[in-house]
C-alpha cells in the first residue's frame, strides 16, 4: 500500500534564526547571530533552507565543524527537509566591527585579568627546579575545574620548555581575527603557548625583553573571553617571566609545586619568596611525587623523602608573615605521566587513581574560592569584558 508524503510547507524564518541562536562560533564562544556571522535565511516552499555563514578568516580551521553544528540546528526547525549552507568570509570593516566589539568597543589592546573588579582569578603556578611536575599539575587543575563547570584558560608561559598543548591533547593553532587571537581549546580548557607558533619542535631563542613581550601578547592579545580562571604555567626559577607576571597581573596569586626531597624544597621556598618583593599572594604548596604506593602490598614508598611541602609551606608562612597551607599531596603515579603523553588528564581519563582523587580534591578548594569570589553559588554569572 502507497504512503502518501505530506505536502512541503515552507519554513518559517524566525525560527530558523532563533536556531541559529544556539550555535556557538567554536573558537569565540558565542552565538553566531551576536558576532554578525549569519548573512542570510532564505526558506523555499520545498522545505529547503539556505543559509548564508560569514567566516572570521578565510581558511577557517573549523569551518567543517561550523558547517556542521548549523546544519543540525536549522534540521531541527519544524518544515526543513534540506540545509544548505553557503560560507562566505568578512571583509575587513566586518572583522574590524566583530574585534571591537568582542573587546567591549575598547580600540587600544588591554590584558582584561589586570583590571580593577576583575572576577577573573589567576593563578601562576611556579616551582623552584624543573622536573617536578609543575606543568601536569597545571594541566589536571585546569581539565578538573573546567569539568566542574568553570571557564577556565591556560598561558603556557614556559617560553623556553613549553608543554601544554601535547598534556592537553591541543592540535588545533589559534586563528587571528584583525590583531585578535582566538585560542584553541581541549577539554573545555582554552590554551595559548609559544609552542603553537614555531615550526615543528624547534628551540626559543629569546632573551628578557622578547619574553616580556610574548606574556603580553598571550595576556592581552588573545580572545579568552569571560573566564572564572587563568592558569599561568611558569618556567622554573625567579627569572624573567615571574617578574612580567608581577608586572602585567600584579593580582596575580602564585601556587608553589614542589616535591618532598629537602633539595627541592629549598629551591622552591626561594621561588616562593618572590611574593616578597613583588606583593603577591601565595596560594598554597603542592607537593607532587609525594610517594609511591607499592603495587603488591599498597604501603606508600617514600622514593623522594617526605614533608617537604610542609617544610616550604612552613618556611613560605614565616617568610611572608601570611599563613601558607599546603593545599595536597600527589602520589606518584603512571597515569599521571601516561596522561600527559597522551593528552588526557588523568582527571578525566581515571578520576578513580589516587593522583587524580589528590589533584581533584585540590581543584575543589581553589574553584571554591573562584566561586566564593564570583558569586556562582548565588547563581551569577561571571562577566569579564575583553
Known sequence: MATDTPPATTPDTDAVRAALATVND?????????????????????GTVRVGIYLTVSGCPLRETITKNVTDAVARVAGVRRVEVELDVMSDEQRRDLASSLRGGQTEREIPFAKPGTLTRVYAVASGKGGVGKSSVTVNLAAAMAADGLKVGVVDADIYGHSVPR????????????????????????????????????????RGPMLHRALQQFLADVYWGDL??????????TGDIAISVAQLVPNAEILVVTTPQ?????????????????????????????????????????????????????????????????????????????????????????????????????????????????????????????
Open 26 to 46: 567554536p573558537e569565540i564562544h558565542k552565538p553566531i547571530t551576536d558576532l554578525g556571522m549569519v548573512k542570510s535565511v532564505e526558506a523555499g516552499e520545498d
Open 167 to 206: 598534556m592537553l591533547g591541543v592540535e588545533g593553532r589559534p586563528t587571528q581575527v584583525e590583531n585578535m587571537i582566538m585560542p584553541p581549546s581541549s577539554h573545555g580548557v582554552s590554551v595559548i603557548s609559544i609552542g603553537m607558533f614555531t615550526p615543528g619542535n624547534a628551540p626559543v631563542v629569546w
Open 228 to 237: 572564572d580562571v587563568l592558569l599561568l604555567d611558569l618556567p622554573p626559577g
Open 262 to 386: 629537602q633539595a627541592a624544597a629549598e629551591v622552591a621556598e626561594r621561588a616562593g619568596s618572590i611574593a616578597v618583593q613583588t606583593h603577591q599572594k601565595i596560594v598554597g604548596v603542592i607537593e607532587n611525587m609525594a610517594g609511591l604506593p607499592c603495587p603488591h602490598c599498597g604501603e606508600m614508598v617514600d622514593v623522594f623523602g617526605s614533608g617537604g611541602g610542609q617544610r616550604v609551606a612552613d618556611g613560605l608562612t614565616k617568610t611572608t608573615g601570611a599563613n601558607v597551607p599546603v593545599l595536597g599531596s600527589i602520589p606518584i603515579d603512571v597515569r599521571l605521566r601516561e596522561g600527559g603523553d597522551d593528552g588526557r588528564p588523568v582527571v578525566l581519563s581515571d578520576p578513580g587513581s589516587p593522583a587524580a582523587g589528590a589533584l581533584l580534591t585540590i581543584a575543589g578548594k581553589l574553584g571554591g574560592r573562584q566561586r566564593g569570589l564570583s558569586g556562582m553559588s548565588l547563581g551569577i554569572t561571571p562577566r569579564n569584558k575583553f
